[in-house]
């Protein structure tokens, strides 16, 4: 049996092995001069006080597994808030984790917290899965038709009670992490009674892609939150931190709840133009954490050609001014923090960034998170309409097709001075005829600004080079290199890491020694 130290906030440490505390309890009892160690072990608990501490640092045991659990037990005592207690961990209060999906792959996340008691149930995060069960890339138009039963039945919508219209709901919020459809897109099925928590970006880009991406998220009940300020959800006090990801706005969240403190990390990373965010919170972490729930997206994969944003600016540069004709480039446009850098680019190298009015629409949303976000009214900032895109944004509110008229450009002026131009583009059927349409005005060039699987998944490449357009790749990933998730869970030092997001969690073992794996849909104590 092990015994454990906690303290009013919950577990802070290892302890000692049955017979290893009751080896150190009698050596202890028998030479300790300080009256408050012998009560600490005859109650099993006891204020944590200068004189405890120094009580146990003056005993020294010759025997060297009862100096070493002495020593842990000081280090332990020092991370402790007021009080000290002993326990074999029976009796405590936990809640459950339940990780509907995510345990095995990237995407589709939906994790559960239910509070000892039961009385409250959260989820965080509701995605979209990424890939089928064969693993095979997962479509979500196929099934877009699909009732809820239906996708219930196909595993695409996670096994959850109480959560989706067609139950009566019993979960008592939702929160999303980040605006990545992998994390929130099975949104529009649960309980129009159930309240959603986010950031203000990710709520303004969930605005967006309803238009847009027609993601049909009600927002009757959306609570916004504040990073670093704490609310409460029933028995839970969540606290959401701001992280670097290529998601505006994404946040982690330390969960608390029956005396155990949870950190989720969403998705996150360190070297974005936000990267300082992880600087900060490794230098300055929460303590006492007892279980870290860490994605790990990057393991098994090649983390590329460039190490941050900042260098994937320069080679945007680089490349867009050395560039005689118009210079595509494929990116998201909900990556804001790539946009910036295009625009940067572009702007530095004396040329104008045509963008869609889509993108225009996201510019102009996310202007509530950040005043560094480029407008359509900025300078070296055109609008190219195109009927869908108008159609979509004319349908939600006309007006805004007035609004961005100042910035529009016409197709001619493109075709007939493509030179200074920097296109904004995306591997649709639209901007395809625009490439073959705009043949005529010269030699272009194109660079892919996402991940490389992308590529790989469809025939760009193919279709640019038998349209005389050559193809560069210039992207630094969105998430956590293998360094950073180190950094990141040596400054937590919980007690358990739990892998989440990752296709590999078997990875997670070969890098720290305190792993628990755990299965889709496998309910699990944190005690
Ligand atoms: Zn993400």
Redesign the pocket.
């Known amino acids: 049996m092990g015994y454990y130290l906690y303290d009013v906030n919950g577990y802070v440490g290892d302890l000692a092995s049955n017979y290893g505390l009751t080896l150190m309890s009698t050596y202890v009892r028998k030479v300790a001069n300080e009256p408050q160690v012998k009560k600490f072990f005859e109650e099993g608990h006891s204020p944590v006080t200068k004189e405890l501490i120094a009580g146990f640092k003056a005993i020294h045991s010759p025997d060297k597994d009862i100096a070493d659990t002495i020593d842990n037990l000081v280090s332990l005592l020092v991370k402790c808030d007021t009080v000290a207690i002993i326990s074999d961990g029976t009796g405590i209060e936990s809640p459950d984790l339940t990780i509907h999906r995510g345990t095995h792959e990237i995407g589709g996340s939906c994790v559960e917290l239910c509070s000892n008691s039961g009385d409250t149930r959260i989820i965080i995060d509701i995605g979209l899965p990424l890939v089928n069960e064969d693993m095979s890339p997962f479509d979500w138009g196929i099934h877009r038709k699909s009732t809820l039963p239906q996708l219930l039945g196909k595993k695409i919508l996670p096994s959850v009670n109480g959560l989706y219209e067609n139950d009566k709901p019993t979960v008592a919020a939702v929160l999303l992490s980040?605006a990545?459809l992998?994390?929130y897109g099975l949104l529009r099925f649960v309980h129009s009674d159930i309240p959603i928590y986010m950031s203000v970006g990710t709520k303004s880009l969930a605005e967006v892609s309803n238009v847009f991406l027609n993601t049909d998220v009600k927002f009757d009940r959306t609570e916004t939150f504040e990073m670093w300020r704490t609310f409460q959800i029933g028995e839970f006090t969540i606290t959401p931190y701001l992280m670097d990801?290529?998601?505006p706005d994404?946040s982690a969240f330390l969960i608390e709840a029956d005396g155990q403190r949870i950190f989720y990390t969403?998705?996150f990373r360190g070297h974005g133009r936000k990267g300082i965010l992880l600087d900060r919170l490794t230098k300055d972490p929460p303590p006492h954490i007892n279980y870290l729930i860490m994605e790990g997206s990057m393991l098994g994969r090649d983390e590329g050609l460039y190490p941050d944003e900042a260098s994937v600016e320069e080679a945007l540069h680089n490349l867009i001014l050395s560039q005689k004709g118009l210079s595509y480039v494929f990116t998201s446009s909900q990556n804001l923090v790539r946009l910036v850098s295009i625009y940067r680019a572009a702007r530095h190298s004396g040329k104008t960034l045509v963008v869609d009015l889509y993108t225009a629409f996201v510019l102009d949303k996310l202007s509530v998170i950040s005043k560094n976000i480029p407008q359509f009214s900025w300078e070296g900032v055109r609008v190219l309409y195109s009927y869908y895109h108008a159609q979509k944004l004319a349908d939600l509110d006309k007006t805004l097709l007035y609004k961005y008229k100042s910035a529009k450009i016409e197709f001619e002026e493109i075709r007939d001075k493509p030179n200074d131009k920097v296109l904004l583009a995306k591997d649709s059927r639209y901007c395809r005829n625009l490439i073959i349409k705009l043949k005529e005005s010269g030699k272009a060039t194109a660079i892919f600004s996402m991940w490389h699987g992308y590529l790989e998944r469809g025939n760009l490449r193919e279709f640019l080079e038998s349209n005389g357009v050559s193809l560069t790749e210039i992207h630094t990933s969105?998430?956590a290199s293998i360094r950073q998730l180190e950094m990141l869970a040596n400054a937590l030092n919980p007690r358990w890491i739990i892998p989440i997001h990752t296709f590999y969690p078997e990875k997670f073992c070969e890098m720290f020694p305190n792993v628990i794996q755990v299965e889709d849909g496998e309910t699990f104590s944190l005690c």
Do not use: I, L, R
Request: charged share 15%; hydrophobic share 15%; no cysteine.
């Open positions: 980040h990545h992998d994390h990801h290529s998601a994404a969403g998705d969105g998430h």
